[in-house]
C-alpha cells in the first residue's frame, strides 16, 4: 500500500487557515480483523490499530521523523537504521540482523516457481529502498514499528493453482518458526529474537486477501490465495526485532493498549493492571539491541490516589518526560499524571513529578483519555467533558521554570462549533506550536467526525479557538473521523475507523498538508 502525501514547508509559526487546507486523497483501505465485528479502540494505541494502518503510520512517520533513514557506509554498503532493525542492502536482498536474509528469490504456483534474478537496490526519499523487476516491485520501508517488506505485483502470474511467493531464507545458525497458524514467522540467533508477521495483503479495490507465511527447510515463503483478486496486488509484511512483555502482567491488564517511543525509551501502557488501578511501564533500550530488554520501571500512582485510575489509558513521552492519561483518577474526573526521569535513570522513577487537573473539573470528564506531550508542552484530552450535555474539551499545560509540578491548565481549547456528544479530545497530538484534538462524534453519531487544529500564539498558550477544521470530504455519518489523530511539522494525519469502503471492509486514514502562504 502507498500513502502519497502532497505539500510544501512552512515556518514554524505559520498560520493554518481552514480555507487554504489541502485535503490530500490517501490511497489506502483499512481492514479489520477477521471476523470484522468491531473497529479500533480509540486510545488502544498502535496495537489497537488494523495491520494496514500500524503498517502505513510507521511507514510515513520514518519518511518525516528524524533517526530513520537509509545510508550509504563506506565500506557496508547501503544501511537502514533506526526502527530497532540494522539491515543492509545488498543486490537482489537485505541481510536483517539475527539470521534472516530478505529478498525476492522466487514467484509460482502450486509446485511450480520461476526463480527471479538480483537487481540493484535504489534508494527512494528518505527511508526506503526499491528493488524493480518489470511488471513486479519488492520495496522496504523503514519506521518505527521496524523494516516493512513490500510487494506491488502488476499483474496475475501464470499458471493454476495458490500464487506463492519465495521472500526470505534463515541462516546463519539462526532458527524459524511458523507461529499464529501461520502469521508470522519467529527467527531465533546469535542476533537474538526477529519477528516476522504483520501480513496485509489487498488488491485494486483494497479487499483484504487470505495470506500466511510457509517455511520450506530454511526458505520463507507467502502463500497468497488471489482466486478472485484484481491485480495489482500489494504484499505488506513487517520484521520486528523484540515483543516487550511486563515482568508482573496478568492477562486482564491490557498491556499495550497505548504506547509510545522516544528514542531509546518505549512507554506502555496497561490500564487494567491491578484491578484498574493502571501502571506504566517502561523500557529502554540495552546497547545488545531490543531483543534482550526486559522493563526498566513500573510507574504507578500513590496507593491513596490510584484506586481505579486506570493509569495507562493513554501515554507519551518526550525526551526525559513521561506523561500518563488516568482517565478514572479521582470519580473519573481524570488527570494527567507527569513523571521525569531521575538523574541515574528510570529504574530509580517512583512518584510521580506532577498531576495535572482541570481547574473546572467534574466528574465524568474523563481527563487523561488522550494526552501528549512536546518539550515543555502537555495536551491532555477530557472527551467526556460535562458528562453527557458538552461537546468536549482539550487542555494545555506548560511547564513552570522550576520545573513540573501539580497543577492546572494554561489554557482551554473548545471548538466554536462543538455540540454535545462531539467528543473533542479523544485523540490528541501535539508538534511544536501546533495541537489537534480528534472529535469522532461517538459513539457511532450523526455526523462523519472532525479534528481541530490550535495554533499556539506568538505569547504563548493561553485560552482560544481552533485555528481550522478538518473534514474528509467523502465522510458520511458514523465513520468516526478524528478518532486518532497525530501531527508532525506541517502534517496531519487522523483516522476514521468506521468509513466503509466499496468491498465491505472498514477504515480510512486521511493526511492533511498546511499550504504555503504565497509571497506578497
Known amino acids: ?16 487557515s481552514g480555507a487554504a487546507l489541502l485535503g490530500v486523497v490517501v490511497a489506502l483501505w483499512l481492514a479489520l480483523a477477521a471476523g470484522g465485528g468491531s473497529a479500533p479502540a480509540a486510545a488502544g494505541g498502535w496495537g489497537s490499530l488494523p495491520v494496514g494502518a500500524r503498517l502505513a503510520v510507521s511507514r510515513g512517520l520514518g519518511g518525516v521523523v528524524g533517526g530513520f533513514g537509509v545510508v550509504r557506509v563506506p565500506g557496508v554498503g547501503l544501511v537502514a537504521r533506526g526502527g530497532g532493525v540494522r539491515s543492509v542492502f545488498g543486490v537482489g536482498g537485505v541481510e536483517v ?19 527471479v534474478g538480483g537487481v540493484a537496490p535504489v534508494v ?12 513486479l516491485v519488492e520495496w522496504y520501508a523503514n519506521g518505527p514499528l521496524g523494516l516493512e517488506q513490500g510487494f506491488v505485483l502488476g499483474r496475475r502470474p501464470a499458471g493454476s493453482g495458490v500464487l506463492m511467493l519465495g521472500v526470505g531464507v534463515v541462516g546463519g545458525g539462526a532458527r524459524g518458526r511458523v507461529v499464529g497458524g501461520g502469521s508470522g514467522l519467529v527467527v531465533s540467533g546469535r542476533g537474538g529474537l526477529l519477528r516476522y508477521g504483520d501480513l496485509s495483503v489487498v488488491d485494486a479495490v483494497g479487499r483484504r486477501v487470505p495470506v500466511r507465511v510457509v517455511l520450506v527447510g530454511s526458505r520463507v515463503w507467502l502463500r497468497v490465495d488471489d482466486v478472485g483478486v484484481r491485480y495489482p496486488l500489494r504484499v505488506d509484511p513487517l520484521v ?3 515483543e516487550l512483555t511486563a515482568s508482573d502482567g496478568d492477562s486482564d491488564d491490557e498491556f499495550g493498549d497505548s504506547v509510545a517511543v522516544s528514542g531509546d525509551t518505549i512507554v506502555v501502557g496497561a490500564p487494567l493492571h491491578h484491578d484498574d488501578d493502571g501502571a506504566v511501564y517502561v523500557f529502554t533500550r540495552p546497547a545488545s539491541g531490543w531483543q534482550n530488554a526486559t522493563e526498566t520501571a513500573v510507574l504507578s500512582l500513590p496507593s491513596t490516589s490510584a484506586i481505579q485510575a486506570k493509569l495507562g489509558s493513554s501515554v507519551a513521552i518526550s525526551g526525559d518526560t513521561i506523561v500518563a492519561g488516568a482517565a478514572w483518577y479521582n470519580d473519573t474526573t481524570g488527570a494527567a499524571v507527569v513523571y521525569t526521569m531521575p538523574p541515574a535513570g528510570w529504574e530509580n522513577a517512583s512518584e510521580p513529578a506532577a498531576i495535572l487537573s482541570a481547574s473546572d473539573a467534574a466528574e465524568g470528564d474523563q481527563l487523561g483519555y488522550s494526552v501528549s506531550v512536546s518539550g515543555n508542552e502537555i495536551v491532555a484530552g477530557a472527551p467526556a467533558y460535562t458528562a453527557n450535555t458538552g461537546p468536549g474539551k482539550v487542555y494545555e499545560f506548560t511547564m513552570p521554570p522550576s520545573g513540573w509540578q501539580t497543577a492546572t491548565q494554561t489554557a482551554e481549547l473548545t471548538a466554536t462549533d462543538g455540540a454535545v456528544g462531539d467528543n473533542i479530545g479523544q485523540a490528541v497530538a501535539i508538534s511544536g506550536a501546533t495541537i489537534v484534538a480528534g472529535a469522532p462524534a461517538m459513539p457511532f453519531g450523526a455526523t462523519p467526525g472532525k479534528a481541530y487544529v490550535f495554533t499556539e500564539p506568538v505569547s504563548g498558550w493561553r485560552d482560544a479557538t481552533q485555528t481550522a477544521e478538518l473534514t474528509s470530504s467523502d465522510g458520511a455519518a458514523g465513520e468516526a473521523f478524528g478518532t486518532s489523530v ?3 511539522g506541517t502534517t496531519i494525519v487522523s483516522g476514521a475507523p468506521y468509513y466503509l469502503n466499496p468491498s465491505g471492509d472498514y477504515g480510512k486514514l486521511y493526511v492533511f498538508t498546511m499550504p504555503m502562504r504565497p509571497p506578497r
Open 124 to 135: 527512494v526519499g528518505r527511508s526506503r529502498v526499491r528493488y524493480v523487476r518489470g511488471g
Open 1 to 16: 500500500m502507498a500513502v502519497s502525501v502532497v505539500g510544501w514547508l512552512v515556518p514554524r509559526r505559520a498560520a493554518w
Open 486 to 488: 497525530a501531527v508532525a
Open 97 to 115: 540482523g539475527g539470521g534472516l536474509r530478505l529478498g525476492l528469490f522466487g514467484v509460482g504456483r502450486g509446485g511450480v516457481v520461476r526463480g
Open 240 to 242: 520486528q526485532q523484540a
